[in-house]
């Protein structure tokens, strides 16, 4: 699966953006659980949010009732909803793709279970 990840930009603080994910063969991601991962200047890649294939979400606790992240079968694509960025959100975004269904630990998903990356989109929130 070759993802494209699309919707970055400069925002000030306090602000909104939508990242999309889409398959570039136009595939249909039901059959994949889908993540977003971000990575910040000289920080490792960290996880983000993610949607299982069986549907259960997970979000990382820095961005609990900011981000959200939900499917639209439909248009064929996963969406990261940001609001109320702070500067430290400031990274390249990359959405990810998978085959399992889910987690079946109590563990957040993590890189490791992603097998297919697209190109990051940038992401930069001033104060």
């Known amino acids: 699966v070759q993802l494209q990840a699309s919707g970055g930009g400069l925002v000030q603080a306090g602000n909104s953006l939508r990242l999309s994910c889409a398959a570039a063969?136009?595939?249909?991601?039901?059959?994949?659980?889908v993540g977003w991962f971000r990575q910040a200047p000289g920080k490792e890649r960290e996880f983000v949010a993610a949607i299982m294939r069986v549907g259960r979400t997970y979000l990382a606790d820095s961005v609990k009732g900011r981000f959200s992240i939900f499917r639209d079968n439909a248009k064929k694509m996963v969406y990261l909803q940001m609001i109320s960025l702070k500067p430290e959100d400031t990274a390249v975004y990359y959405c990810?793709?998978?085959?399992?269904?889910?987690?079946?630990?109590?563990?957040?998903?993590?890189?490791?279970?992603?097998?297919?990356w697209g190109q990051g989109t940038q992401v930069t929130v001033s104060s």
């Open positions: 063969s136009g595939e249909t991601f039901t059959r994949h659980s």
């Open positions: 990810a793709a998978s085959n399992i269904a889910g987690i079946e630990l109590p563990r957040l998903p993590a890189q490791g279970d992603f097998g297919y």
